[in-house]
């Protein structure tokens, strides 16, 4: 068995999915753990300074609208 590690783009459009699933369920205590989960991978991604820019673009590629939000 191999040892698969996702991608970071990867990582949010799962946790963006799961949250638009759950938000169009009414599913209110999933959809804030997927927004929590949402804003710790952005948080961690935007420490350091010096990569903010090209993942932002990535972020707003993947997501339009959603950096601008």
């Given at each position: 068995m191999t040892d698969h590690t996702?991608?970071?783009?990867t990582v949010v459009d799962v946790l963006t999915a799961r949250l638009e699933y759950a938000q169009s369920c009414g599913l209110a205590?999933?959809?804030k753990a997927m927004r929590e989960?949402?804003?710790?991978?952005e948080q961690h991604?935007?420490?350091?300074?010096r990569?903010?820019?090209w993942?932002?673009?990535i972020l707003?590629?993947?997501?339009?609208?959603r950096m601008s939000a």
């Open positions: 996702p991608s970071l783009s205590s999933e959809a989960a949402l804003t710790a991978v991604i935007f420490r350091d300074d990569h903010a820019s993942i932002n673009r707003e590629r993947l997501h339009p609208g």
